[in-house]
């Protein structure tokens, strides 16, 4: 059960980096074939566009691993087995996609603008945040060890 697990969330965190590719891909397509012009990184759209991308990752990367630590720590005193399986699969899911779609729109926006630059830099840092939401059994058996009341939380 715990190997179906890990392997349906195999497929979600290699899917975040193929769906990063192809909307990377695309934009490039897009760009170089004429079909869209280049935005300007100064014009409004380019800001919104930007500002919209920066609160993305402000608020997907830290909420998304919030959400799997807070609903780990509720499953990990759960007795039933299959329940407690079940409840880490949602959470690991929900925390690979939410951590890893700023990726998607900042590569996608980096091509959109003529290579803007900042838009690499974020889409590095929600890069960052998906490697940490890489799924092992290991992982699974650490998030789901019900805590010590008398060790220190930080």
Do not use: H
Not at 47 to 58: E, P
Not at 89 to 105: E, S
Request: some cysteine.
């Amino acid at each position: 059960m715990e190997q179906k697990i890990i392997r349906t969330l195999n497929f979600y965190y290699y899917g975040m980096m193929a769906l990063t590719l192809l909307a990377g891909t695309l934009a490039y397509f897009l760009i170089m074939k004429d079909y869209v012009q280049p935005i300007d990184s100064l014009s409004t759209l380019g800001q919104v566009i930007q500002y919209i991308i920066i609160f993305d990752a402000l608020l997907t990367i830290p909420l998304g691993l919030y959400l799997c630590k807070k609903q780990c720590t509720k499953l990990s005193v759960l007795e039933n087995e299959e329940e407690k399986l079940m409840g880490y699969k949602q959470a690991a899911t929900l925390r690979i996609l939410l951590v890893g779609n700023t990726m998607v729109f900042a590569i996608a926006a980096f091509y959109l603008m003529g290579a803007y630059q900042s838009m690499l830099w974020v889409a590095a840092v929600s890069a960052i945040g998906w490697y940490f939401t890489k799924p092992s059994e290991r992982k699974m058996q650490l998030e789901l060890q019900p805590q010590d009341p008398n060790q220190e939380q930080y």
